[in-house]
């Protein structure tokens, strides 16, 4: 089976260069399958916060309409978190896209990644108060990057780990700095993923087959970004997982000469 594998994984970061490239029978299918599977969820997702978008702009209407201005401000509050949510999916297509055609850009800055991974917990902790978030490590380390791509790498992947883990409430973040490399850990004790899937996370649109996880609303998009941008930035990501258990993703960028 391996060169079918190789095959989709090839025209997944590659689709110009893939061109000759004979995909058999069932890589088509779960490629197809995979698609099918995505616009479903996608227009879950779209309509969703359309639907609240709807309602609380009419409730608003109705409010204004009988003057009852507070009531009216009330329900335009609402309105922030359904336009979040749709925000948030624009730019997660817009990133899959970009990186599709090979123009995700990147800033050069000296990037503190303590400073910057403690900004995000912040952050996090403050929507998120179902999880408690634990950081250890290193305060200060350094890096050459784009600081808003590496504070969504820290976001995608602490948000994925309250996501995957209902009822197990501590997630552990660690950064680590050596002389010559940075390690980012985020370790969770939830739902976990098959071994044998833990490439395909990676994936464009890929999502581990399970009841559980299926149970949860998702499109697959996260952590093909952020692996990309973790690729870009010179670093690897590698997942360790036993299902029940939880997951722990590894982040680790290089110290370059010019950082
Ligand atoms: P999404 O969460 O939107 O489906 P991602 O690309 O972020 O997409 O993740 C891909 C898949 O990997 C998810 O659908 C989920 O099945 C699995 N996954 C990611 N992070 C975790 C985690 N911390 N624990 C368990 N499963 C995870």
């Known amino acids: 089976h391996l060169p079918v594998l190789v095959g989709a994984i090839l025209l997944e970061h590659h689709p110009n260069q893939s061109i000759g490239f004979v995909l058999d029978n069932s890589a088509r299918k779960e490629l197809e399958q995979r698609k099918d599977a995505f616009i479903s969820m996608a227009s879950h997702e779209l309509k969703t916060p359309l639907t609240a978008l709807k309602m609380q702009t009419q409730l608003a209407r109705r409010r204004l309409e009988r003057q009852s201005l507070q009531e009216a401000a009330t329900a335009l509050e609402m309105v922030e978190k359904p336009v979040k949510q749709l925000e948030r999916l624009v730019e997660e297509l817009l990133d899959v896209s970009k990186i599709q055609a090979g123009k995700l850009e990147y800033r050069q800055e000296m990037v503190d990644l303590g400073v910057l991974l403690r900004e995000v917990v912040e952050t996090m902790q403050q929507t998120h108060s179902s999880h408690t978030i634990v950081v250890r490590g290193t305060l200060h380390s350094s890096l050459m990057g784009d600081r808003d791509r590496l504070g969504q790498v820290f976001t995608n992947l602490l948000s994925n780990a309250i996501k995957y883990s209902p009822g197990?409430?501590?997630?552990?973040?660690?950064?680590?700095?050596?002389?010559?490399?940075?390690?980012?850990?985020?370790?969770?004790?939830?739902?976990?993923?098959?071994?044998?899937?833990?490439?395909?996370?990676?994936?464009?649109?890929y999502r581990v087959v399970g009841p559980r996880q299926r149970a949860i609303p998702g499109l697959g998009m996260g952590l093909y970004i952020v692996a990309e941008i973790v690729k870009s930035h010179g670093g690897i990501i590698t997942v360790e997982s036993d299902v029940g258990k939880g997951s722990t993703f590894t982040v680790t960028f290089p110290k370059r000469e010019d950082a």
């Open 168 to 205: 197990a409430e501590t997630i552990e973040m660690d950064l680590r700095a050596s002389e010559d490399a940075v390690t980012i850990r985020v370790q969770d004790h939830g739902l976990g993923i098959p071994r044998e899937q833990c490439d395909k996370i990676f994936d464009r649109f």
